[in-house]
C-alpha cells in the first residue's frame, strides 16, 4: 500500500519539509534588504552561498546532521539552504523546481525597487501593507536563530518528537518569516517569505511523498493533484437553534479539519493544506502512478475523523483533481465541490478529475424505539419524548457553558449584549473567492504597466524593427511583398495594450523563421536578464506555457502573462491567509472599540431551602442552569440569573 511507504518514509519526508521551509531563511536577514534596494550595498554576504556567515556555527552544524534519504540520493537540510539555486542531484534538483514554481525570481518582470529604508510588504490587493525595520528584522533574525538552536538540539538529542520539533519550528518560522520578503522589488512584494517557504515546501513535501512511493520525478515537467475533503459546513452549522450550538458546531468543524491536518501533514505526509473553509480542506497531493489508489486510502482514513468528530452527523466527499503544473486548478475543486454539495446525504465517494470513482459506508444510524422521537437540532439521533434534544446535542451546548465558565470576561449571554429594547442583530461577512482563487481577478493587477514596458525598451525595438526592415529589404522578391511586410512589422510605438499586442504580432512572425530576433523580441518584456537568446527561446516558451496551463500559448495569453501578476501557489496562499486575517481584526475591532465598555454584573445568593420550600412540587433547582427571576419593586421586574452552584 502507498500509505505504508509513506508511513515507513516519514521522518526523511519531514525532514525535507523542514529543510524546505527553511531554505531561504538568508533572506529573512536585514542584508537580503539592503543588497536589493535601490542603493544597491555591496559586500554583504549573499543569503543562501554565504549561509555560514549569517548563521550561528553551531546551529549550522545542526542542519549538516539532519539528512534527506530518499529516491538513492542524499541531503542535509544544509545542502537545501546553500545549493538550491546550483542544485546538483535529484533532491535539490526537486527542491529548486518547487522553489522556481513559485517565486517570480525566473519570471524576471519585477520593475521597481525599493529604497532600503522604505521597503513595503504589500497585501496581495495591491496596497501598502507593513513597512520594514531593519533592526526590528535584525531582532526577529536573532530570536529565531536562538529558538531554532534549542528545537534542533532537543531533537537531534530525542528529547523531542518529530511531531513537536514540526509544529514549533513552523510556528517560529511563520512569526519571523511573515514580516520578511521572499522578494523585495515591486509588484513581487505582496508575497512574504513565510508565504513562499510554506508553499514551496508543500510543493516539495507532495514531491517527496512520491519518491517514497517509488515514483521518479521528471525534474523538467513536475505535476501536482490536490485533495479535496469536503462537507455541507454551513448546513451543519445553521442546525443550530441558540448561539451555543452554532458555536458548538463551528468548534466541531475547527477540531476536524486540525485532526485532518494532523494525519494528512504529519502522521502520513501526503502534503501540506494550502486552503480551507467551512465547506472543507484541500491539501497538495504526490502525483505518480497510484495516485488514485492512495487518494482512496487518505479518504477512507479522513471519513473515519469526520464521523468521530461529528459523532456520524456530518456527510463528507472527497475530490482528487487532475494533474496539473500549477495550484489554480484549486478553484475548479472548489466550484466542483459547491454543486455536489447541494446534494443531500449524499453517500460518500471520491470524485477523480469529476467522476465518481470510489464509494464509502454511510454512517450508521439509531433508529427511534418506544418513547423516542427524532432531535430536532441535528435530525438524525433519537431523543426521549420529553427532552428538548438529544444526548449529543445537549452536551455541545453544555460543552459551551462550561468554556464560559472558565473565561468569563468575555459573554455568552445574549441580554449582556443587546440594546435598551433587548434586540440584537446578526451581521455576516463573507468573501467570494473563487474568482481570486482561478486566477481570474489576479490576472487585473498589473506586474508591469505599458510604460514601463516601453520607457525602458523603446530604443532596443526600434533596432529591432530596423533589423527586420533591412532584412525584408534582403529577402523580398517584390515591391508590393516588401511594403506589404514592412507596413505589417514597422509601426509606431505607444504605451498602451494595441502596442504590445502589435509588438508579439511581430514575434509570431518571425519565431520560427529567425528565433535570435524573438528572443530579443521577447526579452524586452523582462527587467531581469534571464539567458534569452536562440538556443533557449523554445525552453522558455515552454516554461510560459506550463504556468499558463491553457492548453497552448496565444497572443492574448501570453501578453496577460507578461503583463499581469500570476497566480503564483504562494499568492493564492496569501490570498486566503489575508482573507482570514481580516475576520481576526474585525472581530478584535468590534470587541475592543464597540463593547470596550465591559458589562457589568450583579452577584449575589439566596437561601436555597427557602427558595424549594416555594418552588412547586416536582420542581429542582439545577447548578450551571439560567433562570428566569422576577423580583418585586424592580424595574424590570424579571431578570436572567445564572444560578452557578448551590452551596
Not at 549573499?46 to 548563521?55: G, Q, T
Not at 495591491?126 to 535584525?138: H, T
Not at 508591469?448 to 525595438?461: G, I, M, V
Request: with cysteine.
Amino acid at each position: 500500500m502507498s500509505i505504508d511507504m509513506i508511513i515507513n518514509k516519514r521522518e526523511f519526508i519531514l525532514i525535507g519539509e523542514i529543510g524546505a521551509l527553511l531554505h531561504d531563511i538568508g533572506k529573512c536577514h536585514p542584508n537580503f534588504i539592503k543588497t536589493q534596494s535601490k542603493e544597491n550595498i555591496r559586500g554583504l554576504p549573499h543569503h543562501a552561498r554565504k549561509i555560514d556567515e549569517l548563521i550561528a556555527p553551531e546551529l549550522i552544524e545542526c542542519f549538516k546532521q539532519l539528512k534527506v534519504k530518499l529516491g538513492g540520493d542524499e541531503k542535509s537540510i544544509y545542502d537545501f539552504i546553500k545549493q538550491h539555486h546550483n542544485a546538483s542531484g535529484m533532491l535539490l534538483g526537486c527542491l529548486e523546481k518547487c522553489d522556481k514554481k513559485d517565486s517570480a525570481d525566473d519570471k524576471g518582470i519585477v520593475r521597481q525597487k525599493q529604497h532600503v529604508n522604505d521597503t513595503w510588504i504589500s497585501s496581495p490587493f495591491g496596497y501598502p501593507k507593513e513597512k520594514i525595520d531593519l533592526d526590528c528584522l535584525q531582532k526577529r533574525f536573532d530570536d529565531l536563530q536562538d529558538n531554532l538552536k534549542g528545537l534542533f538540539a532537543n531533537y537531534i538529542s530525542g528529547t523531542m518528537s518529530l511531531t513537536c520539533f514540526r509544529e514549533s519550528l513552523m510556528n517560529n518560522l511563520k512569526t519571523a518569516f511573515s514580516h520578511a520578503l521572499g522578494e523585495t522589488r515591486i509588484p513581487s512584494n505582496d508575497v512574504t517569505l513565510w508565504d513562499h517557504s510554506y508553499s514551496t515546501a508543500s510543493l516539495f513535501k507532495s514531491v517527496l511523498a512520491a519518491i517514497a512511493c517509488k515514483a521518479v520525478p521528471g525534474l523538467q515537467d513536475l505535476k501536482w493533484r490536490i485533495l479535496g475533503i469536503c462537507w455541507d459546513g454551513l448546513g451543519f452549522i445553521n442546525k443550530g437553534r441558540k448561539i451555543a450550538e452554532t458555536k458548538a458546531r463551528e468548534e466541531i468543524i475547527r477540531n476536524i479539519k486540525k485532526e485532518l491536518k494532523k494525519k494528512l501533514e504529519d502522521e502520513i505526509p501526503i502534503g501540506n493544506a494550502i486552503y480551507e473553509n467551512i465547506n472543507g480542506i484541500y491539501f497538495t497531493f504526490p502525483e505518480f502512478n497510484d495516485s488514485k489508489e492512495l487518494a482512496k486510502e487518505c479518504a477512507e482514513i479522513a471519513l473515519k475523523v469526520v464521523y468521530e468528530k461529528s459523532s456520524d452527523e456530518l456527510w463528507s466527499f472527497f475530490t482528487l483533481s487532475k494533474t496539473s503544473g500549477t495550484l489554480t486548478i484549486i478553484a475548479d475543486e472548489l466550484k466542483f465541490a459547491s454543486e455536489k454539495r447541494k446534494i443531500p446525504k449524499m453517500t460518500p465517494a471520491l470524485f477523480v478529475e469529476g467522476k465518481r470513482e470510489y464509494f464509502f459506508e454511510n454512517p450508521k444510524i439509531t433508529i427511534p424505539v418506544k418513547g423516542q422521537d427524532i432531535c430536532p437540532i441535528c435530525r438524525i439521533r433519537p431523543k426521549g419524548e420529553k427532552k428538548e434534544r438529544c444526548y449529543v446535542c445537549e452536551e455541545r451546548r453544555r460543552g459551551r457553558l462550561l468554556q464560559w465558565l472558565s473565561n468569563m470576561e468575555d459573554t455568552i449571554w445574549v441580554d449582556e449584549v443587546a440594546d435598551k429594547n433587548n434586540r440584537i442583530a446578526l451581521i455576516s461577512l463573507n468573501f467570494y473567492l473563487d474568482k481570486w482563487l482561478d486566477g481570474t481577478m489576479i490576472e487585473t493587477i498589473y506586474s508591469q504597466s505599458f510604460e514601463d514596458w516601453l520607457d525602458k525598451e523603446k530604443e532596443n525595438l526600434y533596432k529591432i524593427q530596423d533589423e527586420l526592415k533591412n532584412k525584408i529589404n534582403e529577402k523580398a522578391k517584390e515591391k508590393k511583398e516588401l511594403e506589404q511586410k514592412i507596413k505589417q512589422l514597422i509601426f509606431t510605438l505607444r504605451p498602451d495594450k494595441e502596442t504590445a499586442y502589435k509588438v508579439l504580432d511581430v514575434f509570431w512572425e518571425v519565431k520560427d523563421k529567425n528565433k535570435a530576433t524573438a528572443a530579443k523580441i521577447l526579452d524586452t518584456f523582462f527587467e531581469e536578464i534571464i539567458g534569452l537568446n536562440e538556443n533557449t527561446l523554445e525552453k522558455h516558451l515552454s516554461n510560459i506555457e506550463e504556468r499558463i496551463d491553457a492548453g497552448g500559448l496565444t497572443k492574448e495569453n501570453l501578453a496577460t502573462y507578461l503583463f499581469t501578476q500570476n497566480p503564483s501557489p504562494a499568492r493564492l496562499y496569501r490570498i486566503w491567509r489575508e482573507t482570514e486575517e481580516f475576520f481576526d481584526l474585525v472581530v478584535r475591532k468590534i470587541k475592543n472599540e464597540i463593547y470596550n465598555n465591559k458589562w457589568r454584573r450583579i452577584k449575589f445568593s439566596v437561601d436555597l431551602n427557602d427558595l424549594k420550600s416555594k418552588l412547586k412540587q416536582g420542581m429542582g433547582i439545577e447548578e450551571k442552569t439560567p433562570y428566569m427571576v422576577q423580583i418585586d419593586n424592580l424595574e424590570p421586574q424579571k431578570l436572567l440569573v445564572f444560578h452557578n452552584r448551590s452551596e
